[in-house]
């Protein structure tokens, strides 16, 4: 399987973005999906992650309330809506799946490719 990760962008800070994590190849769909950041100079940093079927979520503490994950199986895709945006959520965004639901990058075993997220002040 192959992740596709885009929606990044420019937005001012209280703006919202999505992100989509779109998988193809051959799909499972028995795979957790995880969504993490990195700041520059920084280990990847946990979000969030949703179990294959869509049915839970687990988030870092600091992330709830703002970033919310959902998963549409039907389209092979997995979605991190940010709401409220901060200048010091600019990271680059990346997606993950892995067997089981961790918040341990080491435990998932592929990756999208990462997209930018910038927060003006």
Do not use: H
């Not at 990847?44 to 992650?49: A, C, E, M, Y």
Request: hydrophobic share 35%; aromatic share 12%; glycine share 12%.
């Amino acid at each position: 399987v192959q992740l596709q990760a885009s929606g990044g962008g420019l937005v001012q800070a209280g703006g919202s973005l999505r992100l989509s994590c779109t998988a193809s190849g051959r799909t499972s769909k028995d795979y957790a999906v995880g969504w993490f950041r990195q700041f520059p100079g920084k280990e990847r940093s946990f979000i969030g992650v949703v179990t294959w079927n869509g049915a839970n979520t687990y988030y870092e503490d600091s992330m709830k309330g703002r970033f919310t994950i959902s998963r549409d199986s039907a389209r092979n895709t997995v979605y991190l809506q940010m709401n409220s945006l901060k200048p010091e959520d600019t990271a680059v965004y990346y997606c993950a799946a892995g067997a089981v639901p961790t918040n341990v990058a080491y435990d998932y075993d592929v990756w999208g490719q990462g997209t930018q997220v910038t927060v003006s002040s």
